[in-house]
């Protein structure tokens, strides 16, 4: 085919989506191929809590939060730990991201249908100083409808773009190539894959049918990252981080497997920040699986305890909630990829949030009436109390002696001790009787709960973990959850993908994930939360009026 249209995206996610949206209101014409079927519309974010980063947002006014363009810069900055050269252009995008956070960001979605509940969540609470990682204040606001009602407002847009001609999908177009000529990306080719209709997320074939070749003025790379990839995640494992994980739990489907990034590689694109990834430590296998080893993140409140595999409580600052990639290393350095939560049944009820839209149906489902409840009695969310029954990772008793007992049966060793999980718990406990503590965490708790949504939702009362009123006892095995690839094609802030040479390639533009949600990198080591959403929002409407503009 001579001209597929004026713009080829690979990739249907929400990314791929928003430079598609742009490119049609700028009244360009688009293919948009992908190598799922079209089940998987909005890829995923479809799959996700929809959590967005704002800055000095009316939801944070209302709640008291104080919030300013200049505190989530230094939180930013001192987060990201840029430290290269190639940290150029991730840093100028970070600045622009956090600038669109404290500006229109939300205004833009909201005049597209999107809203927001208006409970502000606080997320990666950092715990060191104030020039070091973390967020300062509560900015983590929850999108109403969760990941499909953060890809909606697109979706709808693309949709109507499809009746009216102006975009095509091609579902089950697997790319194989980039076409490069005269230095210039002008198209793509690769296979057809036999139609599938595994559900969304599961594995589909890979069976070719055929094969095809299409051209354009404009070429967007919006695949993704690494993620459901867990030998290629070992392969970019950094050093610092340790040996990576015997065991892991997949947070993304097996499809998002990195192809693109290398086939843009191959084609010439410059590969930065490789070694840089984001992945959780409160991972549950999932006991109702959709894709192969499918893990569950916990986004906890700060009041359970932690303890490493061989029974010892985490330092501070690695506390639940406070520092992802900070805690990670610290347990990898002890020799064992799993850890423990120990709590109770008022914890739980108040502090465990599963992430995922179909985790929440209260949320995705936009249900005033079910979410209300997540305030009131003594069970937690239907899916939390489904995985305390069902979940694999879970060892509950009416005493710590049967609790420790369990909890070395169930991954088959007796490296807990009693007396030792004991004398911990026992001294936090003793720690509750004032509103005041030397204990770092019980500081913390305190501290989450002068925030009117912690209290509200999100942080159980103080009180001693140990005081039967609050049973039954709960233990929680924790596994390394795979998700983010934080490195990527390196871009300037048009969403252009420069060469090995260090210049732009023509024709060629890389968002979302396969950029580093920006730049190559946008969070630098570390994430703020919230912002991987945002980053696909930003750097799709960056790269599709760029594009659109640049398109003759």
Known sequence: MSEAADAIIVGA???????????????????????????????????????????????????????????????????????????????????????????????????????????VGWAERGGWSATSHGNSVPRFHITWGTGPGVVEPFEKRAREAERAGKIRFLWRH???????????????????????????????????????????QVVIVASGGIGGDQELVRANWPKRLGLPPANMVSG???????????????????????????????????????WERHGIRILPGPSSMWFDASGRRLPAPFFPGYDTLGTLQHLMATGNDYSWFVLNQSIIRKEFALSGSEQNPDLTGRDWRLTARRAVGRRATGPVEAFKEHGEDFVIADTLAELVAGMNRLVGNDLLKLADIEREIIARDREIANPFSKDAQ??????????????????????????????????????????????????DLSGRVFGHDGKVIPGLYAVGEAAGFGGGGVHGYRALEGTFLGGCLFSGRNAGRAAASAIL
């Open 13 to 119: 996610g929400l990314s791929g989506l928003v430079a598609a949206t742009e490119l049609v209101d700028a009244g360009r014409s688009v293919v948009i191929l992908d190598q799922e079927p079209e089940q998987n519309l909005g890829g995923q974010a479809f799959w996700s809590l929809g959590g967005l980063f704002l800055v000095d947002s009316p939801e944070q006014r209302r709640m008291r939060i104080r919030d300013s363009f200049d505190l989530a810069w230094q939180d930013w900055l001192g987060t990201a730990g840029f430290d290269r050269p190639e940290d150029y252009w991730p840093r100028a995008w970070a600045e622009a991201y956090v600038a669109f956070a404290a500006g229109e960001k939300r205004a833009w979605l909201r005049q597209m249908g999107h809203r927001l509940f208006p409970v």
């Open 174 to 216: 697997r790319v194989d190539r980039l076409l490069v000529e005269a230095g210039q990306v002008t198209g793509v080719s690769g296979a057809l894959l036999e139609p599938s209709t595994a559900l969304r997320g599961a594995e589909s074939s890979r069976v070719a049918v055929g094969d095809f070749e299409l051209r354009a």
């Open 252 to 290: 993304v489907p097996k499809h998002v497997d990195g192809r693109m990034i290398g086939i843009t590689e191959a084609a010439g694109g410059r590969v930065i920040n490789r070694d840089r990834m984001w992945h959780y430590v409160e991972g549950l296998r999932n006991w109702n699986p959709v």
């Open 442 to 491: 019980v500081m913390g708790i305190h501290n989450a709960r002068r925030s009117l949504g912690e209290k509200l939702v999100r942080t159980a009362k103080p009180h001693r973990i140990l005081d039967p009123a609050h049973g039954p006892l709960i233990a929680v095995r924790l596994n390394i959850l795979t998700r983010k690839t934080l490195g990527g094609l390196e871009t």
